[in-house]
């Protein structure tokens, strides 16, 4: 492999492609696509979609699929996804041995760089690939696009944290507008929800894309019911959320006009 082209694919819909991700995948002498499993097959499927919907029926015979590592959680939590992506790196090792592919492309969800680790997992490749990183759509767009609503408020910062993060660390300290990726846990009930407005989506993008929206204290357990809902029915759930503090935003529209 001499390159490696990270592709942002956006949150599942194939028009999140850009014409750019579209003619990398066409270019690219393979497609390295991950299998999670039965109980994950759909997700799997719709990478496969974003193929098919830029190759047509050329797409089968250029994806290569490997088995995705599942991360060993019984140890300390860096340690372990230090681990993995070692793991994951020999997957790929693995699935690209005794092939002649010079220009790999690997689709990735959302975009590389926000809270994905496969820029690192590709660091890590001996010898080292040329490694480019095609742009996509990040959740945190699809989410504020679905709800019609802007990402920050007038002259003020935005925080990006994780679910682990919220719930170890409580709520960041002087933060008027919080976006927390990768949380199976609904941490949002870890905090005081009293002066809390909550923009919530999971399946952004796609048909199957749900919403709810509203002060924290009085959607929250509709949030929850619905996630467990939605997971149970497709084995699996992408999705993301936004906290204000509603106050703070009341004092800043009200000094602003």
């Known amino acids: 492999m001499d390159e490696l082209v990270l592709v942002g694919i956006g949150t ?11 003619a990398e995948i066409r270019r690219a002498d393979c ?3 991950p299998r999670k499993g039965p109980e994950k097959a759909e ?3 719709l990478k496969r979609g974003v193929c098919v919907s830029v190759l047509g029926g050329e797409a089968e015979s250029r994806i290569l699929e490997f088995d995705m590592p599942v991360r060993d959680a019984g140890s300390g939590y860096l340690e372990s996804v230090d681990a993995w992506h070692g793991e994951v790196r020999k ?4 699935a690209l041995a005794d092939r002649d592919e010079k220009r790999v492309a690997l689709p990735v969800w959302g975009d ?3 809270y994905d680790s496969t820029l690192r997992i590709a660091a890590r490749l001996r010898p080292a690939p040329k490694v480019r990183v095609v742009p996509g759509i990040t959740a945190l767009q699809a989410l504020t696009a679905a709800h ?4 920050n408020e007038i ?8 679910g682990r993060r919220l719930r170890e660390d409580g709520w960041p300290e002087g933060a008027d507008t919080v976006a927390v990726m990768l949380d199976g846990e609904l941490s949002f009930r870890h905090l005081d929800p009293g002066q809390l407005h909550v923009w919530w989506g999971a399946y952004l993008g796609m048909k199957d894309q749900v919403l709810a929206s509203g002060p924290l204290a009085e959607v929250a357990e509709r949030i929850a019911e619905t996630r467990a809902a939605a997971r149970d029915a497709h084995g699996w759930i992408m999705d993301t959320y936004l906290l204000k503090r509603r106050d703070r935003t009341a004092r800043r529209h009200a000094s602003a006009s």
């Open 43 to 45: 997700l799997a499927e």
């Open 91 to 94: 997957a790929w090792d693995a």
């Open 31 to 33: 497609i390295l696509l």
């Open 12 to 22: 599942g819909s194939p028009d999140h492609l850009t014409r750019e991700g579209e």
């Open 155 to 162: 002259n003020a910062p935005v925080t990006i944290t994780t």
């Open 148 to 151: 019609g609503i802007p990402l």
């Open 112 to 114: 590389p760089s926000l």
